[in-house]
């Protein structure tokens, strides 16, 4: 990776569509010498048309007056641009033969090469956007589910920035207030309401709470939501797998025990990623494989989110059901009861299966017959009805967490200093704590490995 501080003042270009052919291709260029570049290789339709000034012009690439491609160009002049400096781009016809042309020719005039998420570093460098504007421009581009993209566009819209300012905001001042009645202790006419700070502090720890509670929601949003299905063996778990996934992937058999391994795919259900994995059946282990096998079972309740747990209509409970319902009825995950094979006689007392989950809503399912899916489709999409992104404001980002877990780590102490009557120094230095923590989260300082990290993530050319 370059050297972004040094190179800062380098003019940057890059390919910034996906490598192949299409339609189009656009490269770009950002930087002091940009226009001067252009100069030099583009001749406008218009022979009159000199590219001094932002605007879109179509016109000639050329190398050695031979012509690379007939090309549009939409030119900006910093600071009013993406980057906040100068800034073209060319719109070329999508052959990768003519992008590579047009980049060598750009690098040869002076420029070089971007490192990934250059453009958009330079976008923060130059106060565009802030770092978690930023990093939401690449959520924004690697996001799986439409609900995540949203997050994203959200958070590059500010919405997050915009709580995290406000708090930076109020304890700032804070800070400053603080600072002047140390300074001034002889004054008596200065003053300060410690009750009513701390009650402003505490509301300030609660919202920060709520963004560090949904970060297991935006986690689940961002990487998908587990979903698990178990029951005993041979009540179809896999048949109903590969009904969800609408493929068949899974062996499915009459013989007990047919599912070993841990079987998982993705598929998008309510805008939202959903991993559904199948299981194998739980059963008393005779031999080495069937233990490992409710391992790995074991290990997949663990990880879910949602758990199917599923029964066979056809026959009565047995030992292995409450073997399973011993297993996941005391766990907190967001369980729901199925009894398949609806098609035919009813054997299973549903009153007693009512009874080991504490649940009265059972979901009757035939996935022969493919009846009942759309019940527990939306069983399923009741789950994820928390994840109301319009309501709530989510985090998504581990780093954003742990910044803000210290944050209220100082912010908890300043209350404690104020129950104990402690100097004001002391809730001045958690402030001053808190303050550069909030800091590193919007981006205001930073270390050059901080922003090695979130842009190496990039793409060349964003
Ligand atoms: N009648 C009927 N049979 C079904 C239904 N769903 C699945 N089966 C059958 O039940 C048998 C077992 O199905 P699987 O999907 O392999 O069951 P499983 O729970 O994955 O079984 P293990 O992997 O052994 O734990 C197969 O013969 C399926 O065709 C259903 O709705 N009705
Ligand atoms: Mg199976």
């Known amino acids: 990776m370059n050297n972004f501080y040094s190179d800062i003042h380098d003019t940057i270009a890059a390919i910034s569509t996906p490598v192949g052919r299409g339609a189009i291709s656009i490269i770009r260029l950002s930087g002091s010498i940009t226009f001067g570049i252009f100069k030099k290789i583009f001749i406008s339709d218009l022979k009159s048309q000199n590219i001094n000034n932002p605007g879109t012009y179509t016109g000639k690439i050329v190398n050695y007056n031979k012509a690379v491609d007939h090309v549009v160009i939409m030119a900006k002049k910093g600071p009013k641009s993406y980057t906040g400096e100068d800034l073209i781009e060319v719109h070329c016809h999508g052959n990768p033969l003519i992008t590579n042309v047009i980049l060598n020719l750009l690098i040869s005039h002076g420029a070089r090469m971007a490192g990934p998420g250059e453009f958009t570093l330079r976008a923060f460098l ?28 959200d958070y590059l819209k500010g919405k997050l920035s915009r709580e995290i300012d406000s708090i930076d905001k109020f304890l700032k001042e804070l800070l400053i207030n603080l600072e002047v009645l140390i300074d001034h202790c002889e004054d008596n006419s200065l003053s300060i309401d410690l009750k009513e700070i701390k009650k402003k502090i505490k509301n300030r720890i609660i919202r920060i709470d709520n963004l560090i509670n949904s970060y297991d929601i935006g986690e689940q949003i961002k990487k998908g939501i587990n979903i698990s299905i178990v029951g005993k063996t041979n009540v179809g778990k896999s048949s109903l797998f590969n009904l969800l996934i609408k493929r068949d992937k899974a062996i499915i058999s009459p013989t007990p025990g047919t599912t070993r391994d841990i079987i998982e795919e993705y598929i998008e259900l309510n805008n939202c990623l959903i991993k559904i994995t199948d299981t194998a059946g739980v059963k008393e282990a005779a031999n080495f494989i069937e233990k490992e096998a409710l391992k790995r079972t074991a290990r997949s309740i663990k990880d879910a989110n949602i758990l199917l747990i599923m029964f066979d209509n056809s026959i009565k409970l047995n030992k292995n059901d409450l073997m399973l319902a011993e297993q996941v009825s005391k766990s907190n995950i967001y369980k729901i009861i199925i009894v398949n094979k609806c098609e035919l006689n009813s054997k299973i007392d549903f009153k007693k299966v009512r009874k080991l989950f504490l649940e009265s809503n059972i979901l009757r399912i035939s996935v022969s ?8 489709e939306h069983a399923i999409t009741a789950f994820t009805e928390k994840f109301d992104i319009k309501k709530n404001l989510i985090i998504n980002n581990i780093r954003h967490k742990n910044i803000l877990i210290n944050v209220n780590k100082h912010l908890n102490n300043i209350i404690k200093s104020i129950e104990n009557n402690f100097y004001y120094d002391i809730i001045c230095s958690d402030l001053r704590k808190a303050v550069d923590e909030l800091g590193s989260l919007t981006g205001k300082y930073t270390t050059e490995n901080m922003l090695e990290d979130i842009f190496s993530k990039f793409c060349i050319g964003k």
């Not at 106060?127 to 994203?152: G, H, P, R, W």
């Not at 017959?369 to 527990?376: F, S, V, Y």
């Open 126 to 153: 130059n106060n565009k956007i802030d770092l978690i504007q930023a990093e939401a421009v690449n959520d924004l581009i690697i996001s799986n589910t439409y609900l995540s993209a949203q997050i994203a566009l």
């Open 369 to 376: 017959r493919e009846t009942g899916i759309k019940k527990l």
